[in-house]
């Protein structure tokens, strides 16, 4: 097994993206590609200690910025870093790519250099999102912001497998996001979701209304990318404004400071779970290949968490279990 | 002025909205006409003291319930609480109107009944939106599923007389929810809603992503109503998560417990940020009166901050302002 990762992706490049890789070698014992500068990537790999056959270095001479156009930017940087990593996986080099460079390009470069499984109309991001129970998947979480039907079936089956073969989740309970329980309530959109999901091969348990989502109530949280970027992006919004304002309120005066400090690690605690550097990247499904988007911001820990996670991706044959879910499908959901 | 409760709606029924109803009299200093069952709600009233003058009852035989078909209860039960109530307004024997009953009902005898101001095509829910640097409107909070471009002109007109009128905002800001910020991005109906909005005669500054929401970027949040509903049900939820983790951190040994003792104050001070209770209700805004709905669960305290908000809403003419704004648009937004 072979994981390639884009190391000059990312907001803090090779810094972090390499001691990202050499604590997941070290502590998972992967073998890692990185794709990028060379002399830049071995002066941060010469100041750790780690197994040297296990981490190899491919040089690239490009890196695709964050302000690329992103399709323009796949086609033309035929030598960056990131469109190196894709072509691994193409090639069969590499049975994984993780990137935290530019998301569109990223995903441009998923559906151009691997291409879409045969029956996939639209390949979607996976995130995990963090609830009170545990940990559910959403899907679609950017990738396509407007969607057909047959969409919103292909989101539940890709997410009930990763569901169940990364999170580890038996028959994973898969819902739309709607604004009411019963069917027949939403936008044109979901009402149609709502009848393609009921005949489709996951278990599809209806309607999920966006104030029980993070309270755990669905394994699968199935809406359009639209949809589920305004939910990531709230949920991220909501909790650092509590957080924020928590904090204000302890500190307020001396009293609440030193209640504060009594509770220091039970705050600790609290926040580790809203954490998204503990939950890896966004697994980009339906395209041929694995391929993680990690965050921007992404740290040394999430990069590490990122590689652990493709690791269980190609360790259960996630791409292969698409494949032929949507081959035993046939032809019940093309339209 | 008069303002008529719908005595009989919400979750708690006569016991709340009239214990709310007295209140307000008593604080605010405000006529109300009580409409629903003579006897019960006079069985309430009597256990208070209030200048008596001030509340009037209309009785009604009947209840819209929960589970009722909105339009159809409309139709049929003309001798219910609601509608009785709705038909003052109309008759112009009271200035606005509140119920925590039914909500569908209630937009739809809204729209039946009061019938649409001139010129606005959707009539949308309004509420407020609690951010950490005050408060924001959110419209449209759920009337209107799907939407067609000029709708979110219309929701950038009213959200902006509303936040100016009643929340005091001068000039406010309006932005459209979209998942990123430059124009174009989007999925078709905000791409088309934000060409719209551009001309439009209010403060437009461009798309506010959901994740700075909740921090108070925007004065009005524009979105069609199905993402307006999921941006306050998952705020809730988040929320709602967020405290139910924190109590359980803050109270799993001794020490926390002293620890979160010294911090109640504190502690409680946060969670009043979030307590809906506060706002009062939603006002249906585009409807040819003023209607204000409350939230199902509401309390005697959240019934009597609906009565307060129905008063700001009348002194500030707030239906009138949107029919000129509306009126003086012309055919500029006629599709």
Redesign the interface.
């Known amino acids: 097994m072979k994981i390639v990762l884009d190391a000059m992706g990312g907001d803090h490049g090779p810094k972090v993206t390499v001691k990202g890789a050499v604590d997941a070698v070290n502590q998972y014992g992967v073998n890692l590609i990185l794709t990028g500068d060379e002399a830049k990537l071995n002066e941060v790999l010469k100041q750790y200690n780690y197994p040297s056959e296990k981490i190899e270095i491919v040089h690239c001479g490009d890196i695709i910025e964050n302000e690329d156009k992103p399709v323009a930017a796949i086609r033309k940087k035929k030598d960056s870093s990131m469109v190196v990593a894709l072509n691994l996986v193409k090639d069969g080099k590499a049975d994984a790519i993780i990137s935290a460079g530019n998301t569109g390009a990223l995903l441009a470069g998923g559906l151009l250099i691997l291409g879409r499984i045969k029956g996939i109309d639209r390949p979607a991001l996976a995130p995990v999102f963090p ?2 129970k545990g940990t559910s998947v959403l899907i679609d979480g ?1 990738a396509n ?2 969607c057909k039907p047959r969409n919103f079936v292909e989101f539940g089956i890709m997410g009930s497998i990763y569901a169940e073969k990364v999170l580890g989740i038996q028959k994973p309970k898969v819902c739309l ?1 709607n ?1 009411g329980i019963e069917e027949g309530k ?3 959109i ?1 009402k149609e979701a709502y009848k393609a999901c009921k005949n489709a091969p996951f278990n599809f348990q209806g309607n999920v ?7 755990g109530y669905t394994d699968v949280i199935v809406c ?4 589920g ?14 957080f ?3 904090k204000e ?2 500190t ?1 005066n001396p ?2 400071k ?6 220091k690690s ?2 600790r ?2 926040k580790k ?2 954490d998204y550097t503990e939950y890896g990247g966004a697994p980009f499904l339906g395209v041929n290949g694995a391929l993680i988007k990690a965050h921007g911001s992404s740290d040394e820990k999430a990069i590490k968490n990122a590689i652990r996670q493709a690791k269980i991706v190609i360790e259960n044959g996630v791409v292969d279990n698409i494949k032929n879910e949507i081959k035993d499908l046939g032809a019940d959901i093309v339209e």
Do not use: C, S
């Open positions: 609830t009170y950017g912001a407007d996001v604004i939403g936008n044109d979901t209304e966006a104030r029980d989502i993070p309270d359009d990318g639209f949809t970027n305004v939910v990531l992006k709230l949920t991220e919004g909501v909790a650092g404004t509590i924020k304002i928590l309120e302890l307020k009293i609440r030193l209640g504060a400090l009594m509770l039970g705050l605690g609290f779970r809203f």
